[in-house]
């Protein structure tokens, strides 16, 4: 009698019967879907005139690690742009006396591919609304007023976020940008050293798009918790055989 209680003790704990621990507070989730948006990838000489193209997003795939004590999720995946690179002319207004031109071939990401790893953190405002800025690379080269140039950058998606509800089995969020339901602009930011070249449109900015509306992430299992289950269930059959 004396073993099979020990034997009932240690399938307890081993079930996961035990005092939670701070590191434990940290939920996991999974989510892959579409995410409706776009974004404009350009160059800019001068400020005047400017060339360029869009990419569509497509399927966003991610884990991501929610914490109730301090309000943030902690998002790392991929998602997918097309097209991913395109080869265009820039070229200043007409009334730029000589004028600017060049050609550039520009990439997003890798392979038709964007990574990411980003955080969203509460404003500490009543409504629970989260910020976080998303990194979307960008590189090319080309020529520019008769001389090749090269070089690489970041598009800054600043997004909103909200917590709808979360439970251990499922996590419930939207994610957008931070102002109306169209295309939310950003400041340009000068791109090539030794020219004017920026990576936005003529009137210095670039636009984006970003919407996924009340998705719904579910809970990945620790994998700890999954061989300990097993080990639970193997105990379990031996006090039965006893």
């Not at 996991?28 to 400017?50: A, F, K, M, Q, R």
């Not at 929610?66 to 200043?92: C, K, L, M, R």
């Not at 080309?142 to 970041?154: E, H, I, K, L």
């Not at 996924?212 to 990945?220: C, E, L, P, W």
């Amino acid at each position: 009698m004396r073993v099979y209680r020990t034997l009932q003790a240690w399938a307890a704990l081993i079930l996961g019967i035990w005092p939670v621990t701070a590191d434990c507070q940290i939920q996991t989730y999974y989510y892959s879907g579409p995410v409706n948006g776009w974004i404009e990838v350009d160059l800019s000489p001068n400020g005047v005139g400017h060339g360029g193209f869009d990419t569509t997003f497509g399927t966003i795939t991610e884990t991501l690690y929610y914490d109730p004590a301090a309000h943030t999720i902690e998002q790392v995946g991929s998602f997918t742009v097309s097209p991913s690179s395109q080869s265009f002319n820039i070229q200043s207004a007409g009334f730029q006396n000589p004028p600017e031109s060049g050609s550039v071939t520009l990439t997003v990401g890798n392979g038709g591919s964007v990574s990411f790893d980003d955080t969203f953190v509460g404003d500490g405002g009543s409504r629970g609304i989260l910020g976080s800025e998303l990194l979307v690379p960008v590189s090319g080269s080309g020529t520019y007023n008769g001389q090749p140039f090269s070089a690489s950058w970041n598009l800054n998606l600043a997004l909103t976020g909200q917590i709808i509800a979360a439970t251990p089995a499922s996590l419930t969020f939207s994610e957008s940008g931070p102002g109306s339901a169209g295309g939310y602009s950003m400041d340009a930011l000068s791109v090539v050293p030794g020219t004017d070249l920026a990576d936005g449109t003529s009137d210095g900015t670039y636009y984006y798009s970003w919407n996924m509306n009340d998705v719904k992430a579910t809970a990945v299992p620790e994998p700890n918790s999954l061989a300990l289950l097993g080990l639970g269930l193997s105990a379990l059959a031996f006090l039965r055989r006893r």
